[in-house]
């Protein structure tokens, strides 16, 4: 091989020289090695293999994920994200309405988690929220082990409290997990607390605020109302079937109490939620702006 | 010499790192490029090994270089940052983190001393060809990256990510190929090939149009900071500079003069309908709060955790690479959920992430291979003003633009191979002058 024209000595170099050059690039192969074939190559290999099978364990074949011979060992640096995006995505499958019946995956997908966060004392206070949520789910889809499923996910977002305790979202996930547990209560203590210290607009804190107000006695509507039209109209974002749920039985609540103002404001709600009949509301709200009254409505029991 | 002709070789393949996208990984657009440039990174030393072993005069060659080597600063800084982050590294809030990277950004000491020893091969290994095979295909890339952000804008796509996973970090690569494109230009006016000079300037002026199509406000910032520098550069030199026939000077002169007016024009007229037309532009003249405010939150919890914990591990050598995200926990402020909900893991300030994740040294030596950088580079005026130009205004581009958002994996390859090809500049530098 040909060298470019240089300036520094052409004489050849010591033996102790060369030595000592290959003996730094001895180390360095020996290190970068482990590195390289330890810590990358091998465990995004497993995680390649993991992600692989799961289309398939979700459709039919659990097993392929259960399946007791992991080959992800256990110091491997991705079982902490291999195991938080197997609970991220029961949850999405859960929340899309794909989820059929009790599957096998979430216990396991719980439990391994759950070990996982455990075993690494340096999680995020994201690991706590989804471990709360992996339990909650859990609670959902397995009755048997609500309470049970229930406390552990509290007991996650508890843990998760102490880390960030002013994280709005581990808030909103425990207050909806007391009122799961017939602690509504709580719950709104919690979001009231979180309210004073959102020095923000807070619109999530309201439309959530709202949400477990109601829930906890519908006689609160009008400070339940006030609450979630402040959340939403600032944009907040709840689950939309829920929220569709709670103004749908407002409606008819305020229809029978003959407050036309605040029938007003849910129907106006209403036309713009997803999954809605925006027509029919549309017509009630003509109605109301010509006539300055309640339309007639038969209401489905 | 097989050998150092493989190490070559394996250090070119970093510029084809950036296409790796694995799906079935957790972060398809990240975890393929880390074991990418981690591989690149131990194949070189393996063969470097294996080259220094087998052959003498790879070992005397091998010598030579280093000895040249040693004479850059810009090498002596890295080297120094490094060394730093072994201790920020050691006394880090969590080593774990610091030490393999988060899972996320694949970085963590392991990653980053990979790009050192890219770098540093690039040094030693690297000679004319080496640097000239690494740029053009850099700059075939760019007409791949701008193909596929096309398609993703006729498919709805607001800002095209390519195979990067995020338009900021394609913007900034494109600022790369951007001078990779002026390089083969050069090379091509210099040696009469007139199909390299159209092929590099085209993906030049690709790589800059893509940069508006990505709408990177912090880019295209840095762009026109750039620009405007080099102008005024221009115009304090005392010499007479011309490209052709024509006076550089003027050229420079009326440049800065349509920026300018452009620039007052385009702030009055704003809110006009006609800019939100334009790509990159329109996201300029919407001035959308959302981004900027939750950064600058972010920024001033770095900055809060560096005042609140005056230890002198934490003052020296921060919390740790890939440490932030744990500032965020400790001092994390609510406002911030209205603007973004996720955990942040930078401050989306490249010095406050320095700062804050390697400490006052850290800060200092990051400051100090910049400063060599912008001294090399512009000791290069003296014999090749273009390159010198070109190196700054890259200089320039890259330092503002990172001052609004962070390093990824394919923006340190660009900072380290830019780096590198400084350096050998400056070695020939050395060469001609002896």
Known sequence: ?301 | MQSWKITQWILILGSLACLVVINNLWLPFIDGKEVAYRGIAFGAVLFALIASVSSSEARSKLARKCALLARDPIFWAATAGIVLLVFSTIFAYSRTVAFLGETQRGEGFLTLFAFYIIYVGTRLYFEKKEWRITFSIAAALVPVFFVMSLVELAQGVDRPVATFGNTIFLAGYYLFTAVAGMELLRFGRNEKKSAMAWAGGSAAVISILGIFITKSRGVLLGLVVALIAVCVFILIRKETLRIGTRSLKKIAGWFLAVVLVFGGVFYATRTARFWTHIPGLNRIAATDVTNTESRLIYTKMGLEAFRAERTPTRILFGWGWDNFSYIWEKYYDPRVYTFDIQIADRSHDKLVDMLTMTGVLGLLAYLALWYFYFRQSYRLANTQMFVSLLLVAWGIAYFVQNLFVFDTLVTFYAFYTILGYVGYLHDERLKEHN
């Not at chain 1, 110091?75 to 291999?82: D, G, I, K, R, W």
């Not at chain 1, 759950?114 to 995020?124: F, N, Q, T």
């Not at chain 1, 339990?135 to 996910?153: G, T």
């Not at chain 1, 079937?241 to 106006?268: C, E, H, W």
């Open chain 1, 1 to 301: 091989m040909k060298d470019s024209k240089n300036t520094t000595n052409t004489a050849p170099i010591g033996k102790s020289a060369q030595a000592l050059q290959v003996a730094v690039l001895g180390v360095l192969a020996l290190c970068m090695g482990f590195v390289f074939i330890y810590w990358t190559l091998v465990p995004y290999a497993h995680m390649y293999s993991y992600f692989s099978r799961v289309e398939s364990a979700f459709k039919s074949n659990p097993s392929e994920l259960t399946n007791p011979n992991d080959p992800i060992y256990r110091e491997s640096p991705v079982q902490l994200s291999v195991r938080m995006s197997l609970v991220e995505l029961l949850n999405k499958v859960y929340e899309s309405g794909e989820m059929k019946g009790d599957s096998p995956l979430v216990p396991f997908a719980a439990s391994n988690f759950a070990a996982e966060v455990a075993r690494h004392p340096e999680c995020l206070v994201n690991c706590y929220l989804d471990l709360g949520k992996a339990y909650d789910l859990l609670a959902s889809v397995e009755p048997a082990q609500s309470a049970q499923a229930s406390a552990l996910a509290e007991a996650a977002y508890k843990k998760g409290l102490t880390i960030v305790p002013e994280d709005q979202a581990l808030v909103y996930a425990y207050a909806i997990n007391l009122t799961n547990q017939g602690r509504v209560n709580d719950g709104i203590t919690l979001l009231k607390h979180s309210l004073a210290i959102d020095t923000t607009a807070a619109y999530q804190t309201h439309y959530y605020y709202g949400l477990l107000l109601y829930r906890a006695d519908p006689a609160n509507a009008n400070q339940a109302l006030a609450e979630l039209e402040k959340g939403m109209s600032g944009g907040a974002a709840g689950d939309p079937a829920t929220t569709r749920l709670i103004y749908q039985k407002m409606l008819q609540y305020y229809y029978g109490q003959g407050d036309l103002a605040r029938f007003t404001t849910v129907v106006k709600r209403l036309s713009i939620l997803p999954e809605t009949d925006p027509a029919t509301y549309k017509k009630i709200l003509q109605y109301i702006e010509a006539n300055n009254n309640l339309p007639p409505i038969q209401f489905n029991s």
